[in-house]
């Protein structure tokens, strides 16, 4: 079975720029949440939706909206870019919310010049 | 709220030898308890899991860790070091959140390096 994916692998921007990173979770999981990672630290919790509804949202500017598609994808805006935007962009799916594990994909690097 | 404290940031061992990475935790209530591994430039993957059953639990690739409630502690343990276990290691507790969410709180991580 596929894990989660995520796309693009890589982006480049410039500041002001809005960008759009996109998740598929793994078969059958309904839930995604995003996570934010800058070079040399932990990963942040962003988000997370589950039935295509908002069950968290972390510590992060209105600039970060996401939202989830009927079939459970899941896409991650943020306008008016920072240069301290650019981080490792990471999605996790699990089965529902709760105990439950979450998968994480690989990620897509973004650079804000 | 949560929080998560990796004693260590840097972990060097050679190999062979046994790889020990520290982490305490702080929780209100009976917390999930997870040990991710990143490799460079790759995404996490989860190397085990504690959810109030065995206080050892036992993970991928040799690796196993302790809960000990006593302590708020989960350290990882391995007791041979192999040259492709040179990673970032993340101590991660799962924080419920409103509306029957949850996110989970990394620590600081920990970077472990392998000498031949």
């Known amino acids: 079975d596929a894990g989660v994916t995520q796309s693009p692998t890589h982006l480049i921007k410039t500041r002001g720029q809005h960008v759009t990173l996109r998740c598929s979770p793994i078969?059958?999981?309904?839930?995604v949440s995003w996570y934010q990672q800058v070079l040399g630290q932990g990963p942040q919790f962003i988000f997370q939706?589950?039935?295509?509804?908002?069950?968290g949202r972390g510590n992060f500017p209105d600039r970060f909206s996401a939202r989830q598609f009927p079939n459970y994808s899941s896409e991650l805006n943020v306008n008016a870019l920072l240069l301290g935007d650019s981080a490792l962009y990471l999605c996790?799916?699990?089965?529902?919310?709760?105990?439950?594990?979450?998968?994480f994909g690989p990620g897509t690097r973004l650079t804000v010049l | 709220a949560q929080s998560v404290t990796q004693l260590d940031s840097h972990v060097s061992v050679s190999e062979g030898t046994p790889v020990l990475l520290r982490c305490n935790y702080s929780?209100?209530?009976?917390?999930?308890l997870f040990w991710y591994v990143q490799h460079p430039n790759k995404g996490l993957q989860l190397l085990l899991k504690?959810?109030?059953?065995?206080?050892l639990v036992k993970g991928i690739n040799g690796f196993e860790a302790e809960f000990k409630k006593s302590e708020t502690s989960f350290h990882l343990t391995k007791p041979s070091a192999h040259m492709s276990d040179a990673a970032e290691y993340f101590c991660?507790?799962?924080?419920?959140?409103?509306?029957?969410?949850?996110?989970?709180?990394f620590g600081g991580g920990t970077r472990v390096l392998v000498k031949p």
């Open positions: 939706y589950y039935e295509k509804e908002e069950r």
């Open positions: 996790a799916s699990s089965s529902s919310t709760g105990k439950d594990t979450q998968y």
């Open positions: 078969s059958g999981h309904k839930s």
């Open positions: 991660v507790v799962s924080d419920m959140i409103k509306a029957a969410g949850n996110k989970l709180t």
């Open positions: 929780s209100s209530y009976s917390p999930s």
């Open positions: 504690y959810t109030s059953a065995a206080t």
